[in-house]
């Protein structure tokens, strides 16, 4: 498999405004965003690497779930009381980067 944009922000060998980083989780601002805030938050560890909702197996199930404590935990953080959680599930569902990444939307700035 080519690496994607997000294994090589990972790898730190693109740029990315990053917001915020744990062990497991990292979270960028989306390079064309939609909304005053707009994070992507991916997993960061190879044993969590999965393309897509749609390709989530026994393994890789508990990925989403670790995506979206990241996100809340950035909003208590941050102070914003409002937002929306997003996947782009699969080419039709709009989804461009094959790399399982929740997009975090919210009309309050940082
Ligand atoms: P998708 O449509 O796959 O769910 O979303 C991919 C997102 O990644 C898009 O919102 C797009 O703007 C964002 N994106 C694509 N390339 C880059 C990049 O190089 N840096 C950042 N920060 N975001 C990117």
Known sequence: MQPTIFHKIIAGEIP???????????????????APTHILF?????????????DIT?????????LIQAAK????????TGYQLKFHCG???????FF????FLSQQSL
């Open 58 to 66: 026994d393994q890789t199930a508990h990925v989403p779930t670790k």
């Open 42 to 54: 991916i997993a960061k560890l190879e044993k969590d690497f999965v393309s897509s909702i749609i």
């Open 16 to 34: 990315a405004d990053i917001v915020y980083d744990t062990d497991e989780v990292l979270g960028f601002k989306d390079i064309h965003p939609q």
């Open 100 to 103: 399982l990444h929740l997009h």
């Open 73 to 80: 935990d950035f909003a208590s953080e941050k102070g914003i």
């Open 91 to 97: 080419k039709d569902g709009g989804q461009e980067v």
